[in-house]
Every structure is written in C-alpha cells, then in structure tokens.
T-cell receptor, first 112, second 111 residues
Framework: DSGVTQTPKHLITATGQRVTLRCSPR?????VYWYQQSLDQGLQFLIQ???????AKGNILERFSAQQFPDLHSELNLSSLELGDSALYFC???????????FGQGTRLTVV | GEDVEQSLFLSVREGDSSVINCTYT??????LYWYKQEPGAGLQLLTY?????DMKQDQRLTVLLNKKDKHLSLRIADTQTGDSAIYFC???????????FGTGTRLQVFP
C-alpha cells in the first residue's frame, strides 16, 4: 500500500458526461501528480500541483481540469467525455517536488 | 527531446537473473526510476538512482546507469514468479517534476 488513495476505483459513464476523480496523497506529501495510462498512449503526465498551486502541465486536454485543496487532496475533473478518454487515471504524491513519487491504485474510467 | 524506450517483452526461467533495459534521450535527466505494475494494480516504486551515480544495489535489485550512452538497466537476481509484471523506467527531466515513462517491459517468469 503506497498510502495514496484514489476514489472511485472504477467509473463507467456515457459520452458527453462529466466526472470527478479524487486523490488523497500520502500524509505529509505536498506534491500531487495526475497521469493517464492508455493502451495507445502509455503513461502520460497530465498535471502537477504543489501545496495548492499548479506547478507543471503536461498533455492535459482543455476539457480536463484539476485542483488541489487546502487539505492537499486533489480532484481531476473530466468533462464532455469521449470514448477515447477511457483509461486508467493515476494520482501520485511526493513530499517535495524533486522526491520520488508514490502512486495510487488508479481509477479505471470507461466511457460508453 | 523527451523519449524513453524499452523492449516490450522479456521471458526468463525462475531462478535466473532478469535484465530489463531502458534508453532515454534527455541528457538533463536528474533522477531515473524503476516502477513495477502488476495486473490491475497501480505503479509500485522499486528503486531509483541519481544521475551522478553509476550503480545502486537494493537486495535482489541492481540498477546500472550509463550516462554517456543514456542507458539504464534493472537486474533482478533469482527471479521469482511473483516478479512477473510490467516494469517501467522513468526519468525526471531537468528542473521539472514530471516523470517521462517508458513503454514498459512485460516480464514473464516461467517455472
């Protein structure tokens, strides 16, 4: 158990809908990362927050957004969902920005 | 550029050593990592090495880094069936915090 908690574990939704994925980092970790894992794209970095502020952005679509709250948990919002958004979404956390990142179990999103 | 490559598949006999290779392109990489992903599970951090090191050993795991050739390898001694999984190498690039992952190597251990 990495100490990073993601909910829900599985999500099935229809095209055009909006979902929110939640991540609780390890106790004491200030940095949260979101990654998308799909068969065709592999593991892609989406976005990173550090202590509530956006730190780095990767291949994140405009339909997607994220935030980190004062209690350091983070949410990834995916809207206007398309079939191609079906993937495993991972959250990871680290103590500080340059430390090793520990990953959650992921949320499997299926868009039908 | 940012590109990390791995061979897709490796099959070894139980008890043998496994060597999983990875090449990266960004010379400003600071840390390099190995993660393990079992079916239906998340990514488990196995080990990491700082870019100014050549080797790191941790129990059955040995990481070798050839910075000149931008080549990273993970050796698993006495490979067990429980080691069957997908192994990802990843690099932390320069002053950024994002990890660039390789395609993953599926290790299959047979008796």
């Amino acid at each position: 158990d990495s100490g990073v908690t993601q909910t829900p574990k599985h999500l099935i939704t229809a095209t055009g809908q909006r979902v929110t994925l939640r991540c609780s980092p390890r106790s004491g970790d200030l940095s949260v990362y979101w990654y998308q894992q799909s068969l065709d794209q592999g593991l892609q970095f989406l976005i990173q927050y550090y202590n509530g502020e956006e730190r780095a952005k990767g291949n994140i679509l405009e339909r997607f957004s994220a935030q980190q709250f004062p209690d350091l948990h983070s949410e990834l919002n995916l809207s206007s969902l398309e079939l191609g958004d079906s993937a495993l979404y991972f959250c990871a956390s680290s103590v500080a920005m340059a430390d090793a990142a520990f990953f959650g179990q992921g949320t499997r999103l299926t868009v039908v | 550029g940012e590109d990390v490559e791995q061979s897709l598949f490796l099959s070894v006999r139980e008890g043998d050593s496994s060597v999983i290779n990875c090449t990266y392109t960004d010379s400003s990489s600071t840390y390099l990592y190995w993660y393990k992903q079992e079916p239906g599970a998340g990514l488990q951090l196995l080990t990491y090495i700082f870019s100014n090191m050549d080797m790191k050993q941790d129990q059955r795991l040995t990481v070798l880094l050839n910075k000149k050739d931008k080549h990273l390898s993970l050796r698993i001694a006495d490979t067990q069936t429980g080691d069957s999984a997908i192994y990802f190498c990843a690099e932390r690039v320069g002053n950024t915090d994002k990890l660039i992952f390789g395609t993953g190597t599926r290790l299959q251990v047979f008796p």
